[in-house]
């Protein structure tokens, strides 16, 4: 099974896909103007700003429900695998997909705000599948991404983050005395096989309390767990930094020489950097993949524009300052790997002996600061990113499965995919992180593959809204969507909201 899974990981992640995701970059960012520079202070203004409804939730609850699904594990487990294999300098490309993504995030995120509609329970839903077809024409390329989605983020992504969980928490049990001794029996297996599962079946259990809750109860869980996970792990990465300030000067110029293969020891490296770089890159901040519209699209404003501002600044935060974060308190503290890219070759680097890439990095790097502490404190941090990424998966499996049911409400197939979701927890638990990472590797280039080519055809309504905003704004007014004075067509629920409004 794991060499079938690695080959179709293979195809899917190849470099063309790479080389689409930060093509289209860097083409949104030349044909939005780069808004993302010009647009950071009404960026900051929107995310704090915004109403909320019965029908969908405020602009920076919207953002909580995105930024849940962009910052999970990727955004520790992953960046450590870019630094493993593909050295210091792909965080210099992360740092370059995240600057380009971020008008990537815009074009897909006001898209859905374009095209959103609402469902049988009066609730606010969009996403790729919905402005693929009333954009597109394309109802099979749809009902095609919307099938991927709900595979990948109810059945295939959600191991990632279970895997991570279970396994940062064994990294911090190892040699406490909380944990007990880890080569006995539990559950009639393997200790360690068996605290995976323990873990894993605890995890599905908080996750069946929330998301039987519904949307709302998901919006209201990620506003308050997001923003708290994210600043304090920050804080810990600053307080890694200053404990060892004198490497600083170092760790930047080691990013930098590594990225464009000047340095000696990664020099052959430069390639694997880009490609890493950008790969977990896209798996982190997850622009152009399709996962932010979903969340985007709940959002309760006056304009699309004004979502889309704001998942562009989700890019700035995920990237810049969490990924970030991870890259230094693991480069400051020396406590990585990079591993030769000629297989049985000795290491380039070997920082850390005996630790596999991953969030094992990480728990080393703060515990060579916090002894008896960094490792918990991690394991903690890795619970909360996982944890609401996995919720925020199971929101946009829920969101493709209400389009493929044609809005109308059925209530086994949500239970279906429920006890799905819960179950894929519990499995991704207890497996292997190889094949763990690599069925979420293929659920995330699926969806990116077809989300991708459908914002570079269909991209002009985002083109159309974000001048048509520009235009208010420098009038003085809250600028308003009238999609008919835009020549936008299929924006129904819009147009419905004018002829309301008259």
Known sequence: MEATVHFINSIIWSKALIAVCLGAGLFFSLRTRFMQIRGFLEMCRLTVKGEKSDAGVSSFQALAMSMAGRMGIGNIAGVATAIAFGGPGAIFWMWVMGFFGASTSYVECTLAQIYKTKDAEGRYRGGPAYYIEKAMGLKWYAMAFALATIVAAGFLMPGVQANAIADSIINACRGSALCGPMDGQMFGMDAVQGLKLGIGIVVALLLGVVIFGGVKRIATFAEIVVPFMAAAFILMAIVIMVVNYDRVPDMFRLIFDSAFGTHAAFGAMMGLAVEWGIKRGIYA???????????????????????????????????????????????????????????????????????????????????????????????????????????????????????????????????????????????????????????????????????????????????????DYERQKQMGLDPVFDPDALGIKNADFWRQRKQEMQ
């Open 285 to 467: 901040n997850e622009a152009g993949q399709g996962s932010g519209p979903h969340a985007a699209a709940a959002s309760e404003v006056s304009h699309p524009a004004k979502q889309g501002y704001v998942q562009a600044f989700a890019i700035y935060f995920d990237t810049m300052m969490v990924c970030t974060a991870t890259a230094f308190l693991i480069l400051a503290s020396g406590t990585y790997n990079v591993y030769s890219p000629v297989a049985g070759a000795a290491p380039v680097f070997q920082g850390l002996a005996g630790i596999p890439e991953g969030a094992g990095y990480a728990q080393a790097g703060v515990e060579a600061v916090l002894p008896g502490w960094g490792a918990s404190f991690v394991a903690i941090a890795i619970f909360f990113f996982a944890f609401t990424t996995i919720m925020a998966y199971y929101y946009m499996a829920e969101t493709n499965l209400t389009y493929v049911n044609q809005n109308k409400h059925r209530p086994l197939t949500v239970l279906v995919l429920r006890l799905g979701i819960i179950g894929m927890v519990v499995f991704g638990a207890f497996n292997n992180a190889t094949l763990a990472w690599a069925l979420g590797d293929i659920g995330v280039g699926l969806m990116a593959w077809l989300n991708i080519i459908a914002i570079l055809i269909i991209q002009k309504p985002a083109m159309l809204a974000l001048r």
